[in-house]
């Protein structure tokens, strides 16, 4: 993959790069928190994180900056923050490995069956609505979780289990979606 500087400096780019520099200042926000407020600053971290992906591929789309660099760092970007959001509530909530078994298994399937795919040159074309709205339900319950420290335990383990329900699901959606992919490759 050819690189230029003009797509490396497209606006939906800076903004996946902006996601990724957002990683560690919440994640330092995070572990240090000692009262609400700073909390709160994590959590808004977060809200700007989802924002910029949002926003990333809206313009991408719109203005017609689509990169070959974007559809590799975008979903990066995805992964290691929402990875980094689980390993964070780990420190709070113990049970919440099993989001992480989940979330582990789920992009590893996507990763090495598509990285199988690409070999035969097929390959998905972006995330699918199941997969935007699994996003969107992690972002939302963990933005919960951590804005919220003081949430009740049987609320925290129900926006868990929500969570990890959307997760399976968008897994499952997307094993028929690979299949067909294989048959035509």
Known sequence: MKVTWKEIFTIPNILSY??????????????????????YIAAIIILLSGLT????????????QITELGKVVDPIADKLTQMA???????RYDYIWILIVLF???????????????SKGKKLDGAMWFGK???????????????????NTDMATMLMIITGIFLTLSFVLYIPEFLKLYRHA
Not at 53 to 64: E, H, T, V
Not at 137 to 143: H, S
């Open 18 to 39: 902006i996601r990724l520099i957002l990683i560690p200042i919440f994640v330092f926000y995070y572990i240090i928190a000692s009262e609400p407020k700073d909390y």
């Open 53 to 64: 992906d949002m926003f990333d591929g809206l313009i991408a789309r719109k203005f017609n």
């Open 85 to 91: 959001i689980i390993v964070c509530l780990l420190l």
């Open 104 to 118: 582990v298994v789920k992009e590893l399937f996507m990763g090495v069956n598509g990285l199988v795919l690409l």
């Open 133 to 151: 709205v699994s996003t969107a339900v992690f972002y939302g319950a963990t933005f919960m979780l951590i804005a919220f420290p003081e949430i």
